[in-house]
């Protein structure tokens, strides 16, 4: 048996930070005690040293490139991002090379991460053949075979009819589905926001209406079917209307937002810097206050990475013609904690929407802080402060907006089914 002792236990279940004690056995938790937890002959003690121990990081939408892309990410190289930053568990994206849209594939990517990483990897499928919008993948088989949802990131299923016999397949099968709510014909070659920054810059710009008529596309065929759905990233006040009144008619879904458009926005991109780059592009300070709002509100419920690693090649371009996406596996818990140190949210939040709530939404037994959980922790300082050195990054792809700037909060340990995965040690 393992005891975490001293620590300030993060409950987000519960919404409380408290001192207290947590014992551990065969990957699971047995106890949760305020006071102190009697240990025995074969008891090993780990002092947290008075440091906060929170549930491990369900980081969901994570892009991993095997197969197809192993020199822009491995499950090694990912493995280890996520266990420096606290993340114990990955939902993973199905965009690779090939698109995960047949049990087969599946199987061979579950397998690879099994031998390549002590994280949890939790995969997500294709909702269409090669993600083409056309042809519906094998649902049930790739249920079957342990997909947890199914998507085509960031692959807009245009045609109306395919999507919702998608959802109404879906429904049947108590499957959810993850969309990218954008209008293909608004956003297709844009690079920005629209607004004044985009027009004195010469980029090509999106307006936040792309987001609410996708959301509003999908919702609406939601409300026919029934399905479960889950918009990857609500990053607008459009679209926060929108998913705000679907949820009031007692809908089944959700949304979530990368911890990239909580703590940046659109005026970040400066003077052409690609690594700011992301999909959809970052928005206004107003939409980023509204959307932090929504956060607290519980109308968007997860903060994840939306972790996509890209190549040296394909951000060495114009902004324009650079690719999009940015690395945030081992960046997700400082750049969220800057919201944190601002007081705009508290720490119980942040674990409920970067571990509880994705836990819950995809049927996984993490995230809590209670008897039967998984063991998967992260004991870290949040006043920890350092400077960032993107080189210094475990992802093989070093593409993060937040090269050179000061953060705060450092992982002291990872922790997986009771066995440490990482330790500053």
Request: net charge negative; glycine share 10%.
């Amino acid at each position: 048996m393992q005891i975490y002792s001293n620590a300030k236990i993060v409950d987000p279940e519960k919404g409380k930070v408290f001192t207290g004690n947590i014992a551990v056995s065969e990957g699971l938790i047995v106890e949760v005690s305020r006071n102190r937890i009697e240990s025995s002959d074969n008891s090993v003690v780990i002092d947290c040293g008075s440091h906060f121990l929170a549930p491990g990081i369900v980081d969901f939408g994570v892009k991993i490139g095997e197969p197809g892309e192993r020199h822009k990410e491995s499950f090694r190289t990912a493995g280890l991002a996520a266990a420096m930053g606290g993340v114990t568990s990955m939902i993973t994206r199905p965009d690779t090379s090939p698109s995960i849209d047949n049990p087969e594939t599946l199987e061979f990517f579950t397998k690879r991460a099994h031998s390549a990483t002590e994280i949890r990897i939790y995969p997500m499928a294709t909702l269409t053949k090669q993600r083409l919008g056309e042809q519906m993948t094998e649902i049930s088989l790739l249920l079957d075979a342990g997909a947890v949802g199914f998507t085509d990131c960031d692959s807009f299923i245009v045609n109306s009819k395919v999507m919702a016999h998608c959802l109404e397949y879906c429904s049947q099968n108590k499957a959810l589905v993850i969309g990218h709510p954008q209008d293909p014909w608004l956003s297709g070659g844009a690079s920005a926001t629209s607004g004044k920054f985009a027009t004195l810059k010469g980029l090509e710009g999106v307006s936040p209406i792309a987001e609410r008529m996708g959301l509003e596309r999908d919702l609406s065929l939601v409300e026919l079917t029934g399905a479960g759905y889950h918009a990857d990233q609500v990053t607008t006040r459009a679209g926060l209307d929108v998913l705000e009144e679907s949820i009031g008619k007692g809908h089944n879904v959700s949304a979530g937002i990368s911890v990239h458009h909580l703590t940046l926005n659109d005026l970040d991109v400066g003077e052409y810097r690609t690594f700011f780059k992301i999909k959809p592009p970052l928005r206004s300070e107003e939409d980023r206050c509204h959307v932090i709002e929504g956060l607290k509100r519980g109308v968007i419920t997860i903060v994840c990475s939306m972790h996509t690693p890209q190549d040296e090649e394909s951000k060495r371009k114009p902004f324009d013609e650079a690719a999009s996406g940015a690395v945030g596996l081992q960046t997700l818990l400082p750049a969220i904690l800057r919201l944190y140190h601002s007081g705009e949210l508290d720490l119980p939040l942040i674990f409920k929407t970067l571990s509880y709530n994705p836990a819950q939404r995809f049927g996984l037994n993490a995230g809590k802080m209670s008897k039967g959980c998984q063991a998967d922790f992260v004991l870290f300082d949040p006043n920890y402060p350092f400077i960032l050195d993107r080189a210094t990054l475990a992802s093989k792809s070093k593409n993060t907006p937040f090269d050179g700037q000061t953060l705060q909060g450092r992982v002291l340990k990872t922790i997986v089914g009771g066995k440490i995965v990482f330790s500053q040690d």
